[in-house]
DNA sequence: CATTATGAGAAACTCCCAAT
DNA sequence: ATTGGGAGTTTCTCATAATG
């Protein structure tokens, strides 16, 4: 694909017309497309068709260098096509098409280029074009392009966004840890816990799994005299369990003095440790996945005891990656996390829409925009 | 049924280094 | 200084399974 689609317009009133772009792709109708089976291939050859069929007629005025700005980290979001600001999709068989839209929430006023003279794109203003292929002839069946407030006004909203959230321990970070005197870095309690829970030790009265009673839970102090201390130099065995991040699991439930049940620590609970309200991650490269819950926004995780992702502790084990030896740990409250440590941030999420293939069917032949 | 989550696996990107 | 190859990593794209 041509460099310069990856560069937005001079201005938001360049874009092609829709009216006009569904000239354009009216002769794509009906001509031969094989599918190779392969989604992501299949997927970059519906958008190198467009953006050759874009390159045959005249393009919006390129914006210049320092004249706009791309707001996501990575430009995320941005549509794949920027000079016309055009997603493509490949709309294949089954009763029903899935559109998955990443990174962005599609009908929303987010914005995702700012321009020097004030102006700006936002998701909006995205279209979406939707290349139907009849899987029997091999060919192009039809081309809809659609608007995002189309899509929800048509087939109802998109699907609340399931998000992957990412914690970034920078390289700095993780070697003043590696090179502290304990090779720990932690943090207190957050003090909705602090005044109630155990300093001292005593053996678990219920089961890893159970909701925790805040009397019982360990502070972070004695979580780090217990745990923390005696993982330092441990080796995961990546082996034993065929995932690290339950090694390291089942190391600290029995450390805690937990019965270790195989079942209980297949079961993905958050945080992983409930009853302790403890979350375990291993890390080896600069990226923390956590998964579903994330401390950036506070979100209750026990309804009784009102206890959130901010309360919620989480002990991070810095391994080398080579050795699987546990060289520094992390042990901090969910609210800390965020604040103290680089950012939590770097997301990847997809919003999701149904679309009944009896909508496709009903434009077979035709390049449509919006229809009523 | 509708909505949300997981999975496969190749494209796209990044980084390093050597050749022009 | 710029280009290009290669290796390695990440991101994407679509399908489909799981869940409510």
């Known amino acids: 694909m041509n460099k310069d689609f990856k560069t937005p317009p001079k201005s938001a009133k360049k874009l092609t017309q829709p009216e006009t772009l569904v000239q354009y792709f009216s002769e794509l109708v009906g001509q031969p497309f094989i599918l190779t089976g392969k989604t992501r291939t299949d997927g970059s050859n519906i958008r190198k068709l467009i953006a050759s069929t874009l390159e045959k007629h005249s393009l919006p005025e390129l914006a210049e260098q320092g004249e706009f700005e791309i707001v996501p980290p990575k430009a995320k979001g941005v549509p794949k096509i920027v000079r016309e600001f055009i997603d493509t999709y490949i709309v294949t068989s089954g009763t029903s098409y899935n559109l998955q839209v990443w990174n962005r929430i599609p009908a929303t006023e987010t914005l995702l280029i700012k321009y020097e003279s004030g102006e700006s794109l936002k998701c909006n203003d995205v279209r979406f074009v939707f290349v139907r292929i009849d ?94 201390e005696k993982l330092i130099g441990f080796k995961l065995d990546a082996a034993a369990t065929k995932n690290r991040g339950q090694a390291l699991e089942k190391k600290v439930l029995e450390l805690l003095g937990y019965e270790v049940n195989e079942n209980d620590l297949l079961y993905g609970a958050f945080p992983d440790i409930r009853n302790q309200l403890l979350e375990v991650k291993v890390q080896d490269s600069p990226t923390v996945d956590l998964g579903k819950f994330s401390p950036e926004k506070e979100e209750i995780v026990i309804e009784d005891s009102n206890l959130t992702t901010f309360d919620v502790r989480y002990l991070i084990a810095l391994t080398n990656p080579k050795t699987e030896i546990i060289e520094g740990i992390i042990l901090s409250p969910g609210e800390k996390l965020g604040e103290l440590f680089s950012y939590v941030s770097a997301e990847s999420y997809k919003c999701q829409r149904a679309i009944p293939m009896s909508f496709f069917e009903k434009y077979y032949g035709k390049s449509v925009f919006n229809p009523s």
């Not at 039809?142 to 966004?161: A, N, R, W």
């Open 135 to 228: 899987t029997e002839k091999n060919v192009v069946a039809s081309v809809i392009i659609l608007t995002p407030e189309y899509i929800e006004q048509k087939f109802g909203k998109f699907g609340k966004p399931t998000i992957k959230h990412q914690l970034l321990i920078s390289g700095k970070v993780r070697k003043d840890i590696y090179g502290s005197e304990d090779k720990i870095l932690s943090f207190p309690d957050s003090k909705k816990l602090s005044y109630q829970i155990r300093h001292d030790y005593e053996p678990p009265k219920s089961g890893m799994v159970e909701e925790p009673d805040i009397k019982h839970l360990f502070s972070i102090g004695l979580l780090k005299k217990m745990v923390a």
